[in-house]
T-cell receptor, first 111, second 110 residues
Framework: DADVTQTPRNRITKTGKRIMLECSQT?????MYWYRQDPGLGLRLIYY???????NKGEISDGYSVSRQAQAKFSLSLESAIPNQTALYFC??????????FGPGTRLLVL | KNEVEQSPQNLTAQEGEFITINCSYS?????LHWLQQHPGGGIVSLFM???GKKKHGRLIATINIQEKHSSLHITASHPRDSAVYIC????????????FGQGTRLTINP
């Protein structure tokens, strides 16, 4: 079984809908991250969390919110989806500042 | 100007060729990472380095801190090496976050 899982893997939604992307990990890491990837651009950090009580904004947090329900779970929500949030979303985990382990990604299309 | 620049953006080569992908950055860093993104989208970490050189199989990563430059080399390239290679740096100031380059798309033809 994969160490970092994301659900759903693909999602099509309409403008204005609220959606949630979920991330679970079995690595026992405290640190979790949400990134988005757009064609021609590098991965950009949306939010990160260093433990259950810690939530921090990344460079592109507007329009997103997160919830760290447990050490193993970190969810990303789009309160009211818009077309420019169409992207590939990755969750990642790490034990320290070192290697990050990525989930398989969620491909989101907002119509 | 992006803090992390990779070159080339796209690279096509024949099987067996020696491959070099470059990464330049503009900030002081505590570490530099090389990652590989498979055609299916999955991302795996290849190296983390803060000085010198690391080798894993046919992959070699080097870094020159003074010149703010890193290279990823692939020896005896193979079609299965086809992927996007991503450079990311952890700056000393924002040590909690990685800043990513835009990636280099490598295609190795048989």
């Amino acid at each position: 079984d994969a160490d970092v899982t994301q659900t759903p893997r693909n999602r099509i939604t309409k403008t204005g809908k609220r959606i949630m992307l979920e991330c679970s990990q079995t690595k026992g890491h405290d640190r979790m991250y949400w990134y988005r990837q757009d064609p021609g651009l590098g991965l950009r950090l949306i939010y990160y969390s260093f433990d259950v009580k810690d939530i921090n904004k990344g460079e592109i947090s507007d329009g997103y919110s997160v919830s760290r329900q447990a050490q193993a779970k970190f969810s990303l929500s789009l309160e009211s989806a818009i077309p420019n949030q169409t992207a590939l979303y990755f969750c990642a985990t790490s034990r320290t500042e070192e290697t990050q382990y990525f989930g398989p990604g969620t491909r989101l299309l907002v119509l | 100007k992006n803090e992390v620049e990779q070159s080339p953006q796209n690279l096509t080569a024949q099987e067996g060729e020696f491959i070099t992908i470059n990464c330049s950055y503009s900030v002081g860093i505590s570490a530099l990472h090389w990652l590989q993104q498979h055609p299916g989208g999955g991302i795996v970490s290849l190296f983390m380095l803060s000085s010198g050189k690391k080798k894993h199989g046919r992959l070699i990563a080097t870094i020159n801190i003074q010149e703010k430059h890193s290279s990823l080399h692939i020896t005896a390239s193979h079609p299965r090496d086809s992927a996007v290679y991503i450079c990311a740096v952890r700056s000393r100031e924002g040590a909690q976050k990685l800043v990513f380059g835009q990636g280099t798309r490598l295609t190795i033809n048989p």
